[in-house]
């Protein structure tokens, strides 16, 4: 017996994911938004920064997408997309998408089942045409093959149960990929089957889109073209909003502060602050003396003041806490009053920082012989603000730190390459579910496990975590998880991150995720009604 999870019937794919009234409605127009940075490419599944899936996410489709006008992603708001329904089998490990027949590529080839197997393998690394960069290989690690049962249905056939498999396809860090374009193309000139079509990316400068007049969605989108403007100084950015220029600001921009002076500039525009499933952590590489030692990597954790970066960065509004984000956002992260027992987390930071002075005054530092560092960051203020208060609390244990910002189009290269001795990182997971962040940031090879942590426990610890489908169950080998990652100063997170965006008033629509930043930007039921 085949177990559906969504079923059709008769209700169309349109009518699932359209929201808004049809009436008010308007087509026309042009969304224009600004990029902190210049995108490293245009090719989603090769890069690791919001600044690639914002302005590409809306070439491209997915099998399924978590609903644009739900403010959590749950499993209960993935949508089909290029897949019309999916089922398991009884064992649980085999999953079979059926796929629309009428979806075209940008360059007007038809779409097929053979793209979805084309994908996979290029994120498996089993195609002769691989990317450059493949930060979520790790993600796959669980799929054993893909197989196409003629053009129009795909079945991927696992290891073993996973509970959280299909959410992997809702993110917009998962679209398809074409067969016949090569990774290379991709980088700089996409081809999807998305509402937009690809124009013109200018590396520093811009990126523009236009209306995909054959989108499998008929009637959308309804704006004719998207254009986004690289901006690099935040102040320039926040001014150009407040003066008209743009539509919408960008992800994690907006710290709280400039949220309330855009609000009291203009008090029509649509404001809020979002809990981002994005978190600060320190990264140190422990394959570069004298970091090698766990007694210095120690001493760095019991150096943080967690509530002076909530304080300071956020007023207040960012939370402490683990690897999963917090309630009630987050459906895995630790209560606060567990998050309090974790090493080095207490509220008496004198007496961590007295701890970590002991640790490296008997290896040889002091006030008249501090360790020296530099601390590798990304050259955009999300990064650099967090890091000078970084620098500051590191000269509370002897630890004499200077700022090495890092261009932001080379920054996650250079940390996977380990080109870095200690290093202040944020890390936004795709979805809420412990196998992204566990797999992706902890797991022994993987591209993003910046800092080459390896534990073949908390490896097993991770196995036993994604295999288990009683949800209690599941969380508990979570929190184990938290505690023993923390316990080895595996990657200390320092804060989980709220940020703020606005968006004109003419701008319709558009709802904001609350627990996941890479994934509401299809922009295919935005309208502007002006």
């Known amino acids: 017996m085949r177990h559906r999870l969504v079923t059709i019937a008769a209700v169309s794919v349109a009518g699932l994911i359209a929201a808004g009234p049809a009436s008010a409605q308007k087509q026309g127009g042009t969304l224009r938004m600004y990029l902190w940075d210049s995108p490293p490419s245009a090719s989603i599944h090769e890069e690791a920064t919001v600044s690639t899936t914002v302005p590409f996410m809306p070439v491209y489709s997915n099998l399924v997408l978590y ?29 079979t998408f059926k796929l629309r027949n009428d979806v075209k590529w940008h360059d007007g080839k038809p779409f097929t089942a053979k793209d979805v197997v084309c994908t996979l393998d290029k994120l498996q690394d089993k195609a002769t045409d691989s990317f450059r960069k493949n930060p979520r290989k790790i993600w796959w690690h669980n799929l054993k093959e893909v197989t196409a049962n003629g053009d129009h249905e795909v079945t991927f056939h696992l290891g073993r149960p996973q509970a959280s498999f299909v959410a992997l396809f809702a993110t917009g860090y998962n679209p398809v990929y074409p067969c016949h374009v090569s990774a290379a193309d991709m980088r700089t000139k996409p081809i999807g089957t998305g509402p937009f079509k690809f124009v013109e990316f200018k590396s520093n400068e811009s990126v523009k889109l236009v209306r995909n007049p054959d989108y499998w969605r008929k009637g959308h989108p309804y704006i004719d073209a998207i254009e986004w403007r690289v901006i690099s100084n935040r102040s320039t950015r926040v001014l150009a909003f407040v003066a008209g220029e743009f539509d919408m600001t960008f992800s994690l921009d907006l710290t709280v502060t400039l949220v309330k002076d855009i609000q009291s500039q203009l008090p029509k525009a649509n404001c809020e602050l979002q809990p981002t499933n994005n978190s600060t952590n320190l990264i140190v590489n422990r394959n570069v003396a004298p970091f090698s030692d766990p007694k210095i990597r120690s001493a760095l954790a019991l150096a943080l003041d967690r509530k002076a970066f909530v304080d300071i960065i956020s007023e207040g509004k960012a939370k402490i806490g683990g690897v999963m984000m917090p309630a009630p956002e987050g459906s895995w992260g630790m209560p606060p009053e567990v998050v309090a027992e974790l090493p080095g987390y207490g509220a008496d930071v004198e007496k961590n920082r007295a701890e970590a002075r002991k640790i490296m005054e008997g290896l040889g530092y002091g006030p008249s012989n501090p360790l020296k560092v530099k601390v590798a960051t990304r050259n955009i203020p999300l990064y650099r603000d967090p890091a000078v208060i970084l620098i500051d609390q590191l000269k509370k244990i002897h630890v004499e730190a200077e700022l090495d910002v890092i261009e932001t189009s080379i920054w996650f290269a250079k940390v996977a390459r380990g080109d870095y001795t200690v290093g202040l990182n944020l890390t936004a997971a795709a979805l809420d579910d412990p196998d992204i962040n566990f797999y992706e940031n902890y797991a022994c090879g993987s591209e993003r496990n910046y800092t080459k942590y390896c534990n073949p426990e908390v490896e097993k610890l991770i196995d036993q975590q994604s295999r288990e489908t009683d949800p209690a169950k599941r969380r508990a080998l979570v929190w184990e998880l938290e505690k023993t990652l923390a316990r080895d100063v595996a990657r200390p997170i320092i804060t989980q991150n709220v940020a703020g965006l606005c968006w004109q008033p003419h701008v319709k629509n558009f709802t904001l995720h609350h627990n996941g930043i890479y994934n509401n930007w299809r922009f295919d039921d935005l309208w502007l009604d002006k």
């Open 67 to 95: 609903d644009q006008h739900k403010k959590l992603n749950t499993m209960d708001t993935i949508q089909p997309e290029l897949a019309t329904s999916w089922a398991w089998d009884e064992s649980k490990t085999k999953l």
